[in-house]
């Protein structure tokens, strides 16, 4: 464990452990977010996704607004002390890659990617444009750990659960059991190159310091926040779209995982292994009665048209969150998030290490 944050701490030198972690939300989590997240000690990520033909823009805000921040962060190598999360099947890799070439973000998320040597050439020319560009790889099952970890040996490993929002598997395991698996599998490798192995940070249902605990329990070193960051006063949503985080419980009920979402909204090149979950709603519900696709989308585009109300149980417009959305309960700024977070987590575990 000490060479693990050792290696954190100097990857990421800006950090406070235990670390905490701002997923890439695609469109959601920008520079504002971003940079709250890592001033609060933890590493935020600007959401790419598969459109990177605006991202120097989030970047040169992201440089400004860590510029007027005083005292400076401090980073490895003078990367910039944010990370840049890409969804590879859609993103543009030699625009991407001028991006972070011009920037040197601290760390690159890559998900979902369309195959193993597309994974292979963003890592490599990653590596190529900015060295010290640390690489980030979400998976979500112990083959996808092992067949990336040979590959392209990533600096970390994200784990994501199926209680995750938004996209991933649509067949996987919870982290209670994933995370254990893919720990034990990865340990169990030989490497002939000097590579250590990932580190493995733990992704999926985790909204509170509660889960955050029983994940570094599990063998996380570090966790990310998704859903919970949804309700953050830098989250770029709608009204609507919050509103409905914070109505929303039991969300083992009221979250599904589905493709029906991406199919209305026009999100249609994920491949078949991956789904998203979101909120319940009467687009999945008509869905699931034998509504056609066709009039599910006309009703769908016609609830777009209504803004903020467009959003509800008995509306139609997405929310994507996880199947921990019921622990969401207010609007918080970021940084206190993953302040409260982190603090929380110090208390449960030493709690914990008393017990012993």
């Known amino acids: 464990?000490?060479?693990?944050?050792?290696?954190?701490?100097?990857?990421?030198?800006?950090?406070?452990?235990?670390?905490?972690?701002?997923?890439?939300?695609?469109?959601?989590?920008?520079?504002?977010?971003?940079?709250?997240?890592?001033?609060?000690?933890?590493?935020?990520?600007?959401?790419?996704?598969?459109?990177?033909?605006?991202?120097?823009?989030?970047?040169?805000?992201?440089?400004?607004?860590?510029?007027?921040?005083?005292?400076?962060?401090?980073?490895?190598?003078?990367?910039?002390?944010?990370?840049?999360?890409?969804?590879?099947?859609?993103?543009?890799?030699?625009?991407?890659?001028?991006?972070?070439?011009?920037?040197?973000?601290?760390?690159?998320?890559?998900?979902?990617?369309?195959?193993?040597?597309?994974?292979?050439?963003?890592?490599?020319?990653t590596r190529q444009a900015s060295p010290s560009t640390r690489i980030w790889v979400q998976i979500g099952s112990v083959e996808e750990a092992i067949s990336i970890v040979q590959t392209v040996r990533p600096d970390v490993l994200v784990v994501q659960g199926t209680d995750a929002g938004g996209h991933g598997l649509a067949q996987?395991?919870?982290?209670?059991?994933?995370?254990?698996?893919?720990?034990?599998?990865?340990?169990?490798?030989?490497?002939?190159?000097?590579?250590?192995?990932?580190?493995?940070?733990?992704?999926?249902?985790?909204?509170?310091?509660?889960?955050?605990?029983?994940a570094h329990l599990l063998g996380a070193s570090g966790v990310v926040l998704g859903t919970r960051l949804l309700a953050s006063t830098e989250a770029n949503v709608s009204r609507g779209y919050q509103s409905e985080v914070l109505r929303a419980s039991d969300g083992g009920q009221t979250t599904v995982r589905t493709k029906v979402y991406d199919k209305l909204r026009g999100t249609t090149g994920w491949a078949e292994s991956h789904n998203a979950r979101g909120i319940v709603n009467r687009s999945y519900v008509d869905a699931l009665g034998g509504m056609s696709e066709?009039?599910?989308?006309?009703?769908?585009?016609?609830?777009?048209?209504?803004?903020?109300?467009?959003?509800?149980?008995?509306?139609?417009?997405?929310?994507?969150?996880?199947?921990?959305?019921?622990?969401?309960?207010?609007?918080?700024?970021?940084g206190e998030i993953v302040r409260e977070v982190r603090e929380g987590l110090v208390g449960l575990l030493g709690g914990a290490k008393a017990l012993l």
């Open 1 to 125: 464990m000490a060479s693990t944050l050792d290696t954190l701490r100097r990857d990421y030198p800006w950090i406070q452990t235990p670390l905490v972690v701002g997923a890439p939300m695609r469109l959601i989590a920008l520079a504002d977010m971003a940079v709250e997240i890592s001033k609060a000690g933890g590493i935020g990520f600007i959401g790419a996704g598969t459109d990177v033909s605006d991202l120097d823009q989030h970047l040169d805000k992201a440089t400004s607004l860590l510029s007027s921040h005083a005292p400076s962060l401090p980073s490895s190598n003078s990367t910039l002390p944010v990370g840049v999360g890409f969804i590879n099947w859609g993103a543009d890799l030699p625009l991407a890659i001028q991006s972070i070439a011009k920037y040197r973000p601290a760390a690159t998320w890559f998900f979902a990617p369309s195959s193993l040597d597309s994974l292979k050439e963003w890592t490599s020319r």
């Open 294 to 334: 066709e009039e599910n989308r006309r009703l769908y585009e016609e609830e777009v048209k209504k803004g903020d109300e467009g959003w509800g149980e008995q509306a139609r417009m997405t929310t994507y969150a996880g199947s921990g959305v019921g622990l969401v309960r207010e609007v918080k700024g970021a």
């Open 172 to 214: 996987g395991a919870s982290l209670i059991s994933l995370l254990p698996e893919v720990s034990d599998t990865i340990s169990s490798l030989q490497f002939a190159d000097g590579y250590t192995g990932p580190i493995l940070l733990a992704a999926g249902g985790i909204v509170d310091s509660r889960g955050a605990s029983a």
